[in-house]
């Protein structure tokens, strides 16, 4: 089984930044995918960005050139860099860990944009 944990939600002003962290522990041999999912109230959860074991990246067309993935391969963690806050960006937070055997959620961390 796969624990993942976030942190480094808050509130923050439009125009600000924040800095998600995602770490992952456990049978975490293989970990081939980390992504950051956001949940809006009312709507559905979406992909934000992840990185696969290869170093490669996706972003959803509204944060690209706004945030930045990147991860600690050492640490098992990944990291959400959000620059250029929007309100449209506030949401629950959630990371996704998957290795060959199994997928696992994080309880999730709120990220709330308002002046």
């Known amino acids: 089984q796969v624990q993942v944990v976030e942190s480094g939600g808050g509130l923050v002003q439009p125009g600000g930044s924040l800095r998600l962290s995602c770490a992952a522990s456990?049978?975490?041999?293989?970990?081939?995918?980390m992504g950051w999912y956001r949940q809006a109230p009312g709507k559905q959860r979406e992909l934000v960005a992840a990185?696969?074991?290869?170093?490669?990246?996706n972003y959803a067309d509204s944060v690209k050139g706004r945030f930045t993935i990147s991860r600690d391969i050492a640490k098992n963690t990944v990291y959400l860099q959000m620059n250029s806050l929007k309100p449209e960006d506030t949401a629950v937070y959630y990371c996704n860990v998957r290795t060959i055997v199994v997928g696992s959620w994080g309880q999730g961390t709120q990220v709330t944009v308002s002046s």
């Open positions: 456990g049978s975490i041999f293989s970990i081939h995918f």
């Open positions: 990185i696969t074991s290869g170093g490669s990246t």
